[in-house]
């Protein structure tokens, strides 16, 4: 379905991204992981198309992605970004309808009538008692559904998620995670999401790509993937690693204390 083969990226001369490889097959859940500055935004817009590699390229099913024109793209791949809402002024309706862009012709016009396809999005997202309320009348949570409607109206095979949870308190992660999991899962829908949690990225993704240094440190399932060793060496924290009691997904549990190499290389600094 999507697959980076060796790409590289540099801003300024300084490398983000360095040979990263990994595919992401048909239907399923692909989590991204890494500390902050491991390349992992930048790594979503190559795969995107926002921006090309330096090195390398990124093609979905089969064809590189810069090869596929703006509208053509968008009927298969929707972005999901942190802040992904237009300014004030438009409802909850008027956002979601944006999302029937890729199907509309140059006066905007669309063949077949969208009214339906945007009322059963606002109807599956439990949206329909919002749809004329302004998007800057509501919570953090009722935004990030909002967003998502708006990705599912564009009805594409692959969406990507950059830190969707990110703002949202834990009720509304693992709703809005359910969410996508049921769009997933009903309609063969392909998922890369960029994530922070290590937790929730165990738990609903099928395999995880762990980065540090815009490399790629591991590619796997979750239990492979989340080891206390290969944490320690990317993230600095000591963690013990147990699986989840109802689901078995690993679950990372942090301990205190400073790592014993991290401990050596600061002491000069804090004495």
């Known amino acids: ?38 390349g992992k935004t930048t790594l979503l817009k190559l795969l995107s198309g926002l921006e090309r590699p330096d090195e390398g390229e990124a093609t979905l099913d089969g064809r590189p992605i810069a090869g596929y024109k703006r509208k053509e793209l968008a009927r298969l791949l929707a972005v999901l970004q942190q802040d992904a809402l237009p300014p004030v002024g438009f409802t909850v309706r008027d956002v979601v309808e944006m999302g029937r ?12 009538a969208a009214a ?3 009322d059963s999005v606002l109807d599956c997202m439990g949206l329909t008692a919002l749809a004329s309320r302004s998007v800057d009348r509501l919570s953090g949570g009722e935004r990030q559904r909002v967003a998502l409607a708006k990705a599912m ?5 692959a969406l990507l998620l950059d830190e969707p949870t990110t703002y949202l308190d834990i009720g509304y992660q693992i709703q809005l995670m359910d969410l996508i999991r049921t769009w997933q899962r009903d309609s063969s829908l392909t998922v890369v999401a960029v994530l922070h949690d290590l937790n929730l990225a ?35 924290a000591n963690a013990t690693v147990l699986p989840h009691p109802t ?15 991290t401990s050596a290389a600061t002491s000069g600094i804090i004495s």
């Open 1 to 38: 379905m999507l697959q980076a083969k060796a790409l590289s990226k540099r801003y300024d001369g300084a490398s983000v991204l360095e040979g990263v490889e990994f595919h992401v097959r048909e239907g399923e859940c692909f989590g991204i992981l890494g500390p902050n500055g491991s």
């Open 101 to 112: 862009f890729p199907y509309q012709n140059w006066l905007g016009e669309e063949q077949d």
């Open 116 to 118: 339906s396809t945007v």
């Open 153 to 157: 109206a564009q009805q594409p095979k």
């Open 202 to 236: 165990a738990m609903y993704c099928d395999r995880l790509l762990l980065m540090d240094g815009g490399r790629v440190v591991a590619v796997g399932p979750p239990r492979e993937v989340l080891t206390p060793a290969r944490i320690r060496s990317v993230y600095g």
């Open 247 to 261: 689901n078995g997904a690993p679950q990372v549990l942090l301990e205190s204390g400073v790592p014993a190499a």
